[in-house]
C-alpha cells in the first residue's frame, strides 16, 4: 500500500469568491490530509471485517450524576480527540482525548453538567500525522442539536442539551387508518414565506402555524387536507460551493444560487434544522445561527399546533447519503465504516448525490432506526416518506417499520421505491407504501414535450385502459398489472417537488406555452386557459377518486407555476423561464403565492370539494377490489366508467379523456344525483339524471345514487 496526499479544500481567495468570504480564515483555508489508496484485495477483507463492530452504548452526549459522557463509533479510527467550546465562533477549545472500546466505541467523560457548550471531534485515521492539529472538526451524529455556520461547507458544532419535559398539552400522534389520509407535500418556509400570506414571522417553524392569515396552517386547514409531509426538515446544507469555482474537489458548474433549497442534503439525523426558526428575507451569510437550540421547541410547537387541528405530520427523510457540500461529518469520522466504497475505496454514489450510505453496517442501520424512533418519541412525528428508498437494505427496511410500529402501530410510511434499483413490490411486501409513478406518468405523462399522457388522449409508454383500471383499484398486483398488496400501500400523485408543476406540466404539454419563453407577467401566466382548467380538473377528479393514498403537492390545487425569478448577482440564463428544478432557489420561484390562489379559485374551489367527498365517502377509500365495476365505450378507449360501491352507497365516475369526441355513457338503473361535473365539485347535488349522461372532451363526473 501507498500513501498519497489529496488536497481536499481549494484555497478560497479569489474574486469569485464573494467578497464578504475574502479573508475568512476560520474554516475556508487549504488543508491537507492523507488517504491511503488500498491494496484491493486486502482492503476488501478489512472492511468486510468491519462488520464484527456492535455496541449497544448510548452514543453522543449526555449527562449522568453531574458527569458529562461523549461517545462517538469510529472503530477504523487511531485517535480521536473531543473539542469542547463555550462559543461556536472560537477558533479553538478545550481538547480531550478519548479511548477506544472493543467494539469500536470512543469515549470520554468530563465533571459536570456541560449544558449550552459546544463540541466536536477531531479523528485521525492510518496515514495522518497524529502531531497534526489542523484537522477539521466533526460534528457529532447523534447531536440533538447542531449551530450552524452559515458558509460554504456548512461548519457546524453540536450542542450539549438537556432533555426538559415539554408541554404537549394533551396532544400526540394522529393515528389514521392509511387509507384515510390525504397527504399534502409543502415546504416549511415556502409556504409563508411571501408576503401575500400575511404571516408575521415568514418562512419559519412559528409563521406556519400563525392562525388569522391567508397562508399556513389555517390554508391548510380550509383546504382539506389531513396529513402534511414537509420536505426535510433535520439540520442540513443549505449552502452548496461556490459558483464557477471549486471546492472539495468539486467545480460547480450547475448552481449560480450556491443555494440547496429543498433540504435533501442531510447532515444530522437527531437535529432539527435552526434555519427554520428565524423569519429570513434572505438567508445572511457568516452567521451562526442554531446557537441557542431554541428550534428544538420550535419544531415541537409546530407538530403541537398540527395536532390540534388533527393534521398529521410526516418528514421527508434522506437516509441514502449524506450532505455533500460540508466537511466534518461521517466521511471524515469513518468512511470505510459507514459508506458504500467500490474497490479502491471511492464513494458509491447510485444516490447522484456524492456518497451512499452503508445502512446495512449494523451501526449504520442502528443510528437509522434511532433516529426514527427518536422523532416519533421526542416530536410526536406520525410517519416518514424515505428519499431514494431502494438503496437502503431490505434488513433496514424490516427493521424500520417492526421497531417503529412498537412504538406506534399506525405509524406511516412511504419512500420512493427507486434508487439501486426499482422495487414497489418489494416494499409492499414489507407493509411499506411506495410512491406511485406509474400513475404519475401514466395520466399526466412523463414528460410535456414527447411524454404525455392520459389526460391529454394519449398512451405513455405501456399505459393503456386496463392499467386505467388497475390505477383505480390501487395498483393491486392481484390483476397482473400492479405493484401493491394493499391499495394503501398505492401512493397516488401528479405533482411533487421534483420536475416541473402539474400546472405548469398542463400549460406546455397543452402547447399554449412555450418553455423557452421569457415569461414577464407570472401573474397572467399562472391564470388557466379554459383547455388548462379542464385538463388540470380531469387530473384532480382521477387522483382524489381512486383507491389508495392521494398526495397534493402545495399549490397544485390552483395550477402554481414556478417561473424563475430575476435576482440580479445571479448568472442564471433561464431567468423568467418556467423552472422544472427549483431546489436551489430560495425565492419567489418555490414562495406559494396566495394571489396566484385567488386568480384560479375556481381550481381550488374543485380540489376542495373532490376533498370533502372523499373525506365524506368511504366508498373512494374502503371499496372492495370486486366492488368496482368497469364499462367500456364503444366509441372511444379514452372513455372510462365505473360503479362503485361500499355499503349503502352507490356511485358512477365517468371520464372522457378523449381530446376530439363528446361521449354518451349509459347509466345503471336508478335516479342519479351528479356532484361533480366539469364545472363543480363537492357534496352538494347539482342536478339528477337517469338512462344515460354526455360528457364534453376532457371532462369526467361523479354521480350518487339518490
Same mark, same amino acid.
Given at each position: 500500500?501507498?500513501?498519497?496526499?489529496?488536497?481536499?479544500?481549494?484555497?478560497?481567495?479569489?474574486?469569485?469568491?464573494?467578497?464578504?468570504?475574502?479573508?475568512?480564515? /476560520?474554516? @475556508?483555508?487549504?488543508?491537507?490530509?492523507?488517504?491511503?489508496?488500498?491494496?484491493?484485495?486486502?482492503?476488501?477483507?478489512?472492511?468486510?471485517?468491519?462488520?464484527?463492530?456492535?455496541?449497544?452504548?448510548?452514543?453522543?452526549?449526555?449527562?449522568?450524576?453531574?458527569?458529562?459522557?461523549?461517545?462517538?463509533?469510529?472503530?477504523?479510527?487511531?485517535?480521536?480527540?473531543?473539542?469542547?467550546?463555550?462559543?461556536?465562533?472560537?477558533?479553538?477549545?478545550?481538547?480531550?482525548?478519548?479511548?477506544?472500546?472493543?467494539?469500536?466505541?470512543?469515549?470520554?467523560?468530563?465533571?459536570?453538567?456541560?449544558?449550552?457548550?459546544?463540541?466536536?471531534?477531531?479523528?485521525?485515521?492510518?496515514?495522518?500525522? @497524529?502531531?497534526?492539529?489542523?484537522?477539521?472538526?466533526?460534528?457529532?451524529?447523534?447531536?440533538?442539536?447542531?449551530?450552524?455556520?452559515?458558509?460554504?461547507?456548512?461548519?457546524?458544532?453540536?450542542?450539549?442539551? #438537556? $432533555?426538559?419535559?415539554?408541554?404537549?398539552?394533551?396532544?400526540?400522534?394522529?393515528?389514521?387508518?392509511?387509507?384515510?389520509?390525504?397527504?399534502?407535500?409543502?415546504?416549511?418556509?415556502?409556504?409563508?414565506?411571501?408576503?401575500?400570506?400575511?404571516?408575521?414571522?415568514?418562512?419559519?417553524?412559528?409563521?406556519?402555524?400563525?392562525?388569522?392569515?391567508?397562508?399556513?396552517?389555517?390554508?391548510?386547514?380550509?383546504?382539506?387536507?389531513?396529513?402534511?409531509?414537509?420536505?426535510?426538515?433535520?439540520?442540513?446544507?443549505?449552502?452548496?460551493?461556490?459558483? %464557477?469555482?471549486?471546492?472539495?474537489?468539486?467545480?460547480?458548474?450547475?448552481? *449560480?444560487?450556491?443555494?440547496?433549497?429543498?433540504?435533501?442534503?442531510?447532515?444530522?439525523?437527531?437535529? *432539527? &434544522?435552526?434555519?427554520?426558526?428565524?423569519?429570513?428575507?434572505?438567508?445572511?451569510?457568516?452567521?451562526?445561527?442554531?446557537?441557542?437550540?431554541?428550534?428544538?421547541?420550535?419544531?415541537?410547537?409546530?407538530?403541537?399546533?398540527?395536532?390540534?387541528?388533527?393534521?398529521?405530520?410526516?418528514?421527508?427523510?434522506?437516509?441514502?447519503? /449524506?450532505?455533500?457540500?460540508?466537511?466534518?461529518? @461521517?466521511?471524515?469520522?469513518? #468512511?470505510?465504516?459507514?459508506?458504500?466504497?467500490?474497490?479502491?475505496?471511492?464513494?458509491?454514489?447510485?444516490?447522484?448525490?456524492?456518497?451512499? +450510505?452503508?445502512?446495512?453496517?449494523?451501526?449504520?442501520?442502528?443510528?437509522?432506526?434511532?433516529?426514527?424512533?427518536?422523532?416519533?418519541?421526542?416530536?410526536?412525528?406520525?410517519?416518514?416518506?424515505?428519499?431514494?428508498?431502494?438503496?437502503?437494505?431490505?434488513?433496514?427496511?424490516?427493521?424500520?417499520?417492526?421497531? %417503529?410500529?412498537?412504538?406506534? =402501530?399506525?405509524?406511516?410510511?412511504?419512500?420512493? =421505491?427507486? !434508487?439501486?434499483?426499482?422495487?414497489?413490490?418489494?416494499?409492499?411486501?414489507?407493509?411499506?407504501?411506495?410512491?406511485? $409513478?406509474?400513475?404519475?406518468?401514466?395520466?399526466?405523462?412523463?414528460?410535456?414535450?414527447?411524454? /404525455?399522457?392520459?389526460?391529454?388522449?394519449?398512451?405513455?409508454?405501456?399505459?393503456?385502459?386496463?392499467?386505467?383500471?388497475?390505477?383505480?383499484?390501487?395498483?393491486?398486483?392481484?390483476?397482473?398489472? !400492479?405493484?401493491?398488496?394493499?391499495?394503501?400501500?398505492?401512493?397516488?400523485?401528479?405533482?411533487?417537488?421534483?420536475?416541473?408543476?402539474?400546472?405548469?406540466?398542463?400549460?406546455?404539454?397543452?402547447?399554449?406555452?412555450?418553455?423557452?419563453?421569457?415569461?414577464?407577467?407570472? $401573474?397572467?401566466?399562472?391564470?388557466?386557459?379554459?383547455?388548462?382548467?379542464?385538463?388540470?380538473?380531469?387530473?384532480?377528479?382521477?387522483?382524489?377518486?381512486?383507491?389508495?393514498?392521494?398526495?397534493?403537492?402545495?399549490?397544485?390545487?390552483?395550477?402554481?407555476?414556478?417561473?424563475?425569478?430575476?435576482?440580479?448577482?445571479?448568472?442564471?440564463? $433561464?431567468?423568467?423561464?418556467?423552472?422544472?428544478? &427549483?431546489?436551489?432557489?430560495?425565492?419567489?420561484?418555490?414562495?406559494?403565492?396566495?394571489?396566484?390562489?385567488?386568480?384560479?379559485?375556481? +381550481? /381550488?374551489?374543485?380540489?376542495?370539494?373532490?376533498?370533502?367527498?372523499?373525506?365524506?365517502?368511504?366508498?373512494?377509500?374502503?371499496?372492495?377490489?370486486?366492488?368496482?365495476?368497469?364499462?367500456?365505450? =364503444?366509441?372511444?378507449?379514452?372513455?372510462?366508467?365505473?360503479?362503485?360501491?361500499?355499503?349503502?352507497?352507490?356511485?358512477?365516475?365517468?371520464?372522457?379523456?378523449?381530446?376530439?369526441?363528446?361521449?354518451?355513457?349509459? @347509466?345503471?338503473?336508478?335516479?342519479?344525483?351528479?356532484?361533480?361535473?366539469?364545472?363543480?365539485?363537492?357534496?352538494?347535488?347539482?342536478?339528477?339524471?337517469?338512462?344515460?349522461?354526455?360528457?364534453?372532451?376532457?371532462?369526467?363526473?361523479?354521480?350518487?345514487?339518490?
Amino acid at each position: 500500500m501507498k500513501n498519497v496526499s489529496i488536497i481536499i479544500l481549494a484555497l478560497l481567495s479569489i474574486v469569485l469568491i464573494p467578497q464578504s468570504l475574502q479573508g475568512e480564515k /476560520l474554516y @475556508l483555508k487549504e488543508t491537507t490530509y492523507t488517504h491511503v489508496i488500498p491494496d484491493t484485495a486486502e482492503y476488501q477483507i478489512q472492511i468486510k471485517e468491519l462488520d464484527r463492530f456492535y455496541s449497544n452504548k448510548k452514543l453522543g452526549s449526555s449527562v449522568e450524576y453531574g458527569i458529562t459522557i461523549f461517545r462517538l463509533f469510529a472503530p477504523t479510527a487511531v485517535k480521536v480527540n473531543l473539542c469542547l467550546f463555550k462559543k461556536p465562533e472560537e477558533k479553538t477549545g478545550e481538547e480531550y482525548p478519548l479511548k477506544m472500546d472493543k467494539d469500536g466505541v470512543w469515549e470520554t467523560a468530563i465533571d459536570g453538567e456541560l449544558y449550552g457548550k459546544f463540541y466536536g471531534y477531531k479523528v485521525y485515521h492510518k496515514g495522518d500525522d @497524529l502531531n497534526k492539529s489542523d484537522k477539521p472538526i466533526c460534528i457529532d451524529p447523534y447531536a440533538k442539536a447542531v449551530a450552524s455556520y452559515t458558509s460554504y461547507m456548512n461548519p457546524r458544532r453540536a450542542i450539549i442539551t #438537556k $432533555d426538559e419535559e415539554y408541554n404537549w398539552e394533551g396532544t400526540n400522534w394522529v393515528q389514521r387508518d392509511w387509507r384515510d389520509l390525504i397527504i399534502y407535500e409543502m415546504h416549511a418556509r415556502d409556504m409563508t414565506a411571501h408576503k401575500s400570506s400575511g404571516v408575521k414571522n415568514r418562512g419559519s417553524y412559528s409563521g406556519l402555524t400563525e392562525h388569522g392569515n391567508k397562508g399556513g396552517i389555517d390554508y391548510i386547514k380550509a383546504l382539506g387536507v389531513n396529513t402534511v409531509e414537509l420536505l426535510p426538515l433535520q439540520e442540513f446544507g443549505n449552502i452548496e460551493i461556490p459558483y %464557477a469555482d471549486s471546492l472539495a474537489g468539486r467545480f460547480n458548474t450547475w448552481n *449560480p444560487y450556491e443555494r440547496n433549497h429543498w433540504g435533501y442534503m442531510t447532515s444530522n439525523f437527531f437535529a *432539527p &434544522s435552526a434555519y427554520y426558526k428565524e423569519s429570513w428575507s434572505k438567508l445572511k451569510w457568516n452567521k451562526w445561527i442554531g446557537r441557542d437550540a431554541s428550534q428544538v421547541n420550535a419544531f415541537k410547537d409546530m407538530v403541537k399546533a398540527f395536532h390540534k387541528e388533527g393534521i398529521g405530520v410526516i418528514m421527508d427523510v434522506v437516509y441514502n447519503h /449524506l450532505s455533500e457540500y460540508e466537511i466534518g461529518n @461521517l466521511k471524515e469520522i469513518d #468512511k470505510e465504516y459507514y459508506f458504500r466504497l467500490d474497490a479502491r475505496g471511492n464513494f458509491i454514489a447510485e444516490s447522484y448525490c456524492g456518497n451512499d +450510505l452503508k445502512t446495512e453496517r449494523p451501526m449504520m442501520r442502528r443510528m437509522i432506526i434511532e433516529s426514527i424512533l427518536y422523532w416519533m418519541k421526542e416530536y410526536h412525528i406520525d410517519g416518514f416518506r424515505f428519499d431514494l428508498g431502494k438503496l437502503l437494505d431490505w434488513g433496514t427496511i424490516e427493521e424500520i417499520i417492526r421497531e %417503529a410500529r412498537k412504538v406506534n =402501530p399506525d405509524v406511516f410510511f412511504t419512500c420512493e =421505491p427507486w !434508487g439501486g434499483g426499482y422495487d414497489p413490490a418489494g416494499f409492499s411486501a414489507r407493509g411499506w407504501s411506495a410512491w406511485n $409513478d406509474q400513475i404519475r406518468n401514466g395520466i399526466k405523462g412523463e414528460n410535456p414535450f414527447n411524454g /404525455l399522457g392520459w389526460i391529454f388522449g394519449k398512451w405513455y409508454g405501456n399505459n393503456s385502459p386496463q392499467r386505467i383500471r388497475s390505477y383505480v383499484n390501487g395498483t393491486l398486483r392481484r390483476d397482473s398489472l !400492479g405493484l401493491f398488496e394493499r391499495k394503501e400501500h398505492s401512493l397516488n400523485y401528479l405533482e411533487s417537488h421534483d420536475g416541473y408543476t402539474f400546472g405548469d406540466f398542463i400549460r406546455i404539454g397543452s402547447g399554449e406555452v412555450d418553455p423557452e419563453k421569457i415569461i414577464k407577467d407570472v $401573474d397572467k401566466n399562472v391564470r388557466l386557459t379554459p383547455q388548462q382548467m379542464k385538463l388540470n380538473k380531469l387530473g384532480a377528479l382521477f387522483l382524489l377518486t381512486s383507491q389508495g393514498i392521494p398526495m397534493i403537492h402545495s399549490g397544485q390545487e390552483f395550477a402554481r407555476t414556478k417561473v424563475i425569478q430575476p435576482v440580479s448577482n445571479i448568472k442564471d440564463k $433561464d431567468k423568467g423561464k418556467i423552472d422544472h428544478n &427549483s431546489y436551489n432557489k430560495d425565492n419567489e420561484t418555490n414562495y406559494i403565492n396566495y394571489k396566484h390562489a385567488k386568480i384560479n379559485q375556481d +381550481l /381550488l374551489n374543485y380540489y376542495k370539494g373532490l376533498i370533502d367527498v372523499r373525506k365524506k365517502y368511504s366508498a373512494f377509500r374502503y371499496a372492495e377490489y370486486d366492488s368496482v365495476k368497469f364499462y367500456n365505450h =364503444p366509441k372511444s378507449t379514452f372513455g372510462v366508467s365505473y360503479l362503485v360501491t361500499f355499503h349503502n352507497q352507490a356511485f358512477v365516475v365517468l371520464f372522457n379523456a378523449d381530446p376530439v369526441e363528446e361521449l354518451e355513457f349509459p @347509466l345503471p338503473p336508478g335516479t342519479w344525483e351528479v356532484i361533480v361535473d366539469k364545472n363543480a365539485a363537492g357534496l352538494e347535488k347539482i342536478y339528477e339524471i337517469e338512462n344515460k349522461i354526455k360528457l364534453e372532451r376532457t371532462t369526467g363526473a361523479v354521480l350518487r345514487l339518490k
